[in-house]
């Protein structure tokens, strides 16, 4: 009977051990994933929207700069025309102060036959009429007859008409060329006035086209940064597709954690063995996570730890729970050994381990904490909501 008894009790203590052994863990872990599950699609949401933004932001820039790149194609057209037609207007302005400079000459030279031709005309007729009376008797004792004085006579009266003939020519032929000249000047100051107005064209044009050009340029830069922040919202759209796949991954296990946790048991603080170090690695974890939260924030840091030592789901020491991985922010950042090697820890801390070591908790058996995020209920301490 009591071999029986001792082996009865041996299969009682063997049940026992494999029903605490079974992970278990709190509702509220699920709901703190479908808070952050619920949270990365609100922000997959945000970053699409985002990201069909900057693609029409960037359509319309590329249409725009199209646009412009056509304007651009014009004005340049039309400041080659305009340009040709400087051109072209310079080389009738040179040709015509060619024909002016012509013309001046020609019309000294009318001058200057004038002048010759009025000169010999005026000795003539000085010498005509201070030998007046001379040529008389000349042309009475001379000739042969008096059909031959007449000859002689009507050849004077020809000589004379001649030269009026020719002053007259030179004269109408000095008038024309200076009027011509003066033609020509007007029409060089009408060439000069429009190069002028052709110049300011040209300016403004180009002026047009140095604008147009720095437009693209703009644009151009624009575009470059719309794409690059195009391909970093798609970066990011990625990264929290791949995101929501883990969290839903995590929400899947957790709601299976979350029944067998309904079937799990807990231990008893007066179970667990503490060993030597473990209120200071407790007390300066509390430091790092809870060091300017209000006394009963600290309190329920140790507790959450205690917890986990008790639950199933977690190592079952202090060293354990505290160093496992990706659970504590201060370890995986280094502050939990900065704040070991200076022992920061205070004195409120250091009674917060205490208490928590001995079991008391001011958050139940919440086994997480983390700063609030919308969707996450628990009880919130100072800035920590526990869950």
């Known amino acids: 009977m009591k071999g029986a008894g001792r082996r009865f009790v041996a299969v009682l203590m063997s049940a026992t051990l494999l029903w605490c052994a079974i992970p278990i863990t709190v509702h509220a872990d699920v709901k703190d994933t479908e808070a952050k599950l619920n949270q990365a699609k609100e922000e997959k949401e945000k970053t699409e929207a985002a990201l069909s933004d900057t693609k029409e932001e960037l359509t319309g820039l590329q249409e725009t700069t199209e646009g412009l790149k056509g ?18 207007l310079e080389g009738q302005i040179v040709d015509k102060e060619a024909e002016i400079e012509q013309t001046g000459k020609e019309l000294a030279e009318a001058k200057a036959t004038e002048e010759a031709q009025y000169e010999a005309m005026k000795k003539r007729v000085q010498f005509m009429y201070e030998r007046r009376d001379y040529v008389l008797l000349e042309m009475l004792f001379g000739s042969a007859n008096f059909s031959e004085m007449l000859n002689r006579h009507d050849y004077i009266e020809q000589l004379s008409s001649y030269d009026r003939e020719q002053l007259v020519a030179y004269r109408e032929t000095k008038e024309a060329i200076a009027a011509h000249e003066a033609r020509l000047i007007e029409e060089k100051e009408e060439l000069d006035d429009l190069k002028v107005k052709v110049e300011a064209e040209q300016s403004r044009v180009a002026g047009l086209v140095s604008q147009t050009s720095g437009k693209i340029s703009s644009y151009q830069n624009q ?19 791949n995101n929501i796949a883990q969290l839903q991954k995590q929400l899947e296990e957790e709601r299976r954690l979350s029944e067998l946790a309904k079937k799990g048991a807990w231990r008893d603080i007066s179970q667990v063995a503490f060993a030597e170090g473990d209120r200071y690695l407790l007390a300066n974890l509390i430091y790092c996570e809870a060091g300017n939260q209000p006394y009963d924030g600290q309190v329920a840091v140790g507790a959450v730890v205690m917890n986990r030592v008790m639950s199933g789901v977690f190592p079952d020491t202090v060293v354990g729970v505290i160093y496992q991985k990706r659970q504590f922010s201060p370890v995986a950042s280094g502050r939990l050994a900065l704040a070991l090697a200076e022992n920061r820890a205070t004195p409120a801390c250091y009674r917060a381990a205490d208490e928590a070591m001995a079991g008391k908790t001011t958050v139940g058996n919440c086994l997480f904490f983390r700063t609030p995020i919308e969707g996450l209920t628990g009880t919130q301490i100072g800035g920590h909501i526990f869950y």
């Open 71 to 88: 304007e651009l194609s014009n004005l340049n057209a039309n400041l080659t025309e305009v340009s040709n037609n400087l051109a072209d």
């Open 223 to 241: 575009i470059s940064e719309t794409e690059a922040e195009m391909l970093a919202y798609e970066k990011q759209l990625e990264e929290q597709k």
